[in-house]
């Protein structure tokens, strides 16, 4: 798969409770909800080129059934970057 492919696929969330985990280490998705979180760990790694400590996946009441909502924490003091270009 293409970078521009898992874009497509992955949808960060930035609300405000999401903000305040993003200064803690911990990012927040809406994906596929087949995705399995070996799956899940692989697609973030390999997007963002960072190292995964944990994920913690659920569904949110009354939504599509088709969405999961991931929750996943970094190693260390790494960070992501959500801008691409059309080059990666």
């Not at 798969?1 to 903000?19: C, F, G, H, N, W």
């Not at 949110?60 to 088709?66: A, D, N, S, V």
Request: charged share 30%.
């Amino acid at each position: 798969m293409t970078r521009l492919v898992y874009i497509y696929m992955i949808r960060p969330i930035l609300t405000e409770k999401s903000l305040r985990l993003m200064e803690e280490g911990q990012y927040t998705f809406d994906l596929n909800r087949e995705w399995t979180k070996p799956q899940i760990k692989f697609f973030v790694e390999d997007l963002f080129n960072v190292n995964v400590r944990s994920i913690r996946t659920y569904r949110l009441p009354r939504q599509l059934k088709t969405q999961k909502r991931a929750i996943i924490q970094l190693q260390g003091n790494q960070t992501l970057d959500y801008s691409f270009t059309e080059e990666e």
